[in-house]
């Protein structure tokens, strides 16, 4: 008999010791649907497993696929190539990331290099935001002013000194009206 996957599910009935009498049929019948299983998920080779990533094509949204591992792979080639002709990566629009309190909702880290780890351009491809391979942020090229930043240090720490010179040097109003 042929296996019902993948155009249906098969119904089995469930066999009792020492009641039911158990046929070669209802083996086969297993046998059958496990074969229809592989078929589906692909064939290993050998050292492998069947969901390997090998796809080389280019991303599909109108393939029809033989098998699960040719559309994972797929899913692959889109994540890491892109969707579209303009887009490095999968392109997400609208929805929210809501973290669970305690947890890091998203994570840009890089490993290594002097590429930005993040940018945000306009339509005209101009760079705006973005945060540099050291983490920093900037917009454009310009760092961005954040309490803790060098920048910010070294800001506070001239404003506080004209401040204390302003301070220590004090003079008479009445000295610029010239009385």
């Given at each position: 008999m042929?296996?019902?996957y993948p155009t249906s599910i098969r119904t089995f009935t469930n066999k009792v010791d020492l009641v039911?009498?158990?046929?070669?049929?209802?083996v086969n019948a297993l046998q059958d649907e496990v074969r229809a299983l592989e078929l589906v998920l692909g064939a290993a080779s050998l050292g492998g497993s069947?969901?390997?990533?090998s796809y080389d094509g280019t991303f599909s949204t109108t393939t029809t696929w033989t098998s699960l591992d040719q559309r994972i792979n797929n899913i692959e080639v889109g994540l890491v190539n892109g969707v579209g002709a303009s887009s490095p990566y999968v392109k997400k629009v609208g929805d929210a990331i809501q973290p669970t309190a305690?947890?890091?909702?998203?994570?840009?880290?890089t490993t290594s290099g002097t590429a930005n780890i993040f940018?945000?351009?306009?339509?005209n491809d101009a760079l705006g935001f973005n945060v540099d391979s050291a983490g920093i942020p900037k917009v454009n090229t310009g760092k961005v002013l954040y309490e803790g930043s060098s920048e910010y240090n070294s800001l506070n720490t001239t404003a506080n000194s004209a401040l204390e010179t302003a301070e220590a040097v004090r003079f008479s109003p009445?000295?610029?009206?010239?009385?």
């Open positions: 042929a296996a019902s039911d009498t158990v046929l070669a049929d209802h069947p969901l390997t990533s305690g947890i890091v909702g998203l994570l840009i880290k940018e945000s351009r306009a339509a009445f000295l610029l009206a010239g009385m």
